[in-house]
T-cell receptor, first 112, second 111 residues
Framework: SQTIHQWPATLVQPVGSPLSLECTVE??????LYWYRQAAGRGLQLLFY??????ISSEVPQNLSASRPQDRQFILSSKKLLLSDSGFYLC???????????FGNGTRLTVT | GENVEQHPSTLSVQEGDSAVIKCTYS??????FPWYKQELGKRPQLIID?????GEKKDQRIAVTLNKTAKHFSLHITETQPEDSAVYFC??????????FGAGTQVVVTP
């Protein structure tokens, strides 16, 4: 069966520090991968999605970036965090576009 | 891009009553219509979905209805229970096949 791992679960970082969140999927090949952000009490905002290695599409301009160095690995990064980057970051995968999304457990990021 | 609106934003129901949440979308190319449930502090989980060739789908106390002409689909929960309390998100696909979520509906079921 397929599983998705996301870490860390929680993270507290100072403004201006770098960020690296990692997500891996097991039990499937060539999944579509997504990064979503959820501000406190708000909806799910799509940040990046990828349909294959090295193929990244950005949905919202920001100081974040994403990379997919391996088929089942998706990384969210920032060189300098802003206070507004605080939120709940969710990685997700799907078999194809327009099929069910399976979310990881999320990373709660607090930028201080 | 896809413009998704969800109504109501909050819904309070008595245990045993029904709850209905409506989701409207703008992209006529959308062909996949899921609903997700998110409990506090947890990840969203798929509870029911429908594709554009079907008008209604039911799974025990949960149902989804689709009106593609009017570009809206709804989540119906019957005989609500306290464990149905959560935030519910609709997420129709856009023309690129990506899920774009609504702002969510906070459902509170009171005993």
């Amino acid at each position: 069966s397929q599983t998705i791992h996301q870490w860390p679960a929680t993270l507290v970082q100072p403004v201006g520090s770098p960020l690296s969140l990692e997500c891996t999927v097991e039990g499937t090949s060539n999944p579509n991968l997504y990064w979503y952000r959820q501000a406190a009490g708000r909806g799910l905002q799509l940040l990046f999605y990828s349909v294959g290695i090295g193929q990244i599409s950005s949905e919202v301009p920001q100081n974040l970036s994403a990379s997919r160095p391996q088929d089942r690995q998706f990384i969210l990064s920032s060189k300098k965090l802003l206070l507004s980057d605080s939120g709940f970051y969710l990685c997700a995968w799907s078999d194809t576009q327009g099929s069910p999304l399976h979310f990881g457990n999320g990373t709660r990021l607090t930028v201080t | 891009g896809e413009n998704v609106e969800q109504h109501p934003s909050t819904l309070s129901v008595q245990e045993g009553d029904s709850a209905v949440i409506k989701c409207t979308y703008s992209d006529s190319a959308s062909n996949y219509f899921p609903w997700y449930k998110q409990e506090l502090g947890k990840r969203p989980q798929l509870i029911i979905d429908i594709r554009s060739n079907v008008g209604e789908k039911k799974d025990q106390r949960i149902a989804v209805t689709l009106n593609k002409t009017a570009k809206h689909f709804s989540l119906h929960i019957t005989e609500t229970q306290p464990e149905d309390s959560a935030v519910y998100f609709c997420g129709p696909t856009d023309s690129w096949g990506k899920l774009q979520f609504g702002a969510g509906t906070q459902v509170v079921v009171t005993p």
